[in-house]
């Protein structure tokens, strides 16, 4: 499996707290992309970075690439009791003009406490 | 119209019953995905349609048959499904180089075997 992994896998913090979660991967990327699930319910596509990029922000979130340790970093600043979810990161084939499996890592379980 | 459509939101079904996940998008996506999710793991891919064919079957078992009739529709049937199939499954669609851009999910069906 090249299934990523992602630390912590349970993450439990206070509102207006910061949270930072980690993944690693094992194949080279051209992106990697982070992924919210509300429990039970679909996942939300938060942002991709490609692998030319070292950061990159989306309002409160600010991902990082570091392609020579094969991991990336996601932090949400000033968190809210609504980003309460799970976060995943994902690996998309390198493969180019195709589909195939977007792999998941295991995810990291955030709560973040009013 | 930026959605991922997916009915029933929940069914629960016995082991001889054969019933059928809907899956609808209006993006232009023209690939087409089925995840099977279990609880407090990440997704797990089962098939992948490209251009209204099937490109990738990950070893699913007989008893999952997937469809796709256009190029906004995409079924997943399902027979003689056994406990263990009890799951979320989720639908996504991406552009067709989807590696270079989001998936968009749907909010999932919760299937239950009985």
């Known amino acids: 499996s090249q299934q990523g992994e992602e630390d912590p896998q349970a993450l439990s913090i206070q509102e207006g707290e910061n949270a930072t979660m980690n993944c690693s991967y094992k194949?080279?990327?051209?992106?990697l992309q982070w992924y919210r699930q509300n429990s039970g319910r679909g996942l939300v596509h938060l942002i991709l970075?490609?692998?030319?990029?070292r950061e990159k922000h989306s309002g409160r979130l600010r991902v990082t690439l570091d392609t020579s340790k094969k991991s990336s970093s996601l932090l949400i600043t000033a968190s809210r009791a609504a980003d309460t979810a799970s976060y995943f990161c994902?690996?998309?084939?390198?493969?180019?003009?195709?589909?195939?499996?977007?792999?998941f890592g295991k995810g990291t379980k955030l709560s973040v406490k009013p | 119209d930026t959605e991922v459509t997916q009915t029933p939101k929940h069914l629960v079904m016995g082991m001889t019953n054969k019933k059928s996940l809907k899956c609808e998008q209006h993006?232009?996506?023209?690939?087409m995905y089925w995840y099977k999710q279990k609880a407090k793991k990440p997704p797990e891919l089962m098939f992948v349609?490209?251009?209204?064919?099937?490109?990738i079957n990950e070893s699913v078992p007989s008893r999952f048959s997937p469809e796709c009739p256009n190029s906004s529709l995409l079924n997943l049937h399902l027979h003689a499904l056994q406990p263990e199939d009890s799951a979320l499954y989720l639908c996504?669609?991406?552009?067709?180089?989807?590696?270079?851009?989001?998936?968009?999910f749907g909010s999932g069906t919760r299937l239950t075997v009985v």
């Open positions: 996504a669609s991406s552009q067709v180089r989807g590696q270079l851009a989001g998936y968009t």
């Open positions: 194949t080279s990327i051209n992106n």
């Open positions: 970075i490609r692998s030319n990029e």
């Open positions: 994902a690996e998309p084939p390198t493969y180019g003009g195709s589909q195939g499996n977007l792999i």
């Open positions: 993006m232009g996506h023209r690939a």
């Open positions: 349609y490209s251009y209204e064919k099937l490109s």
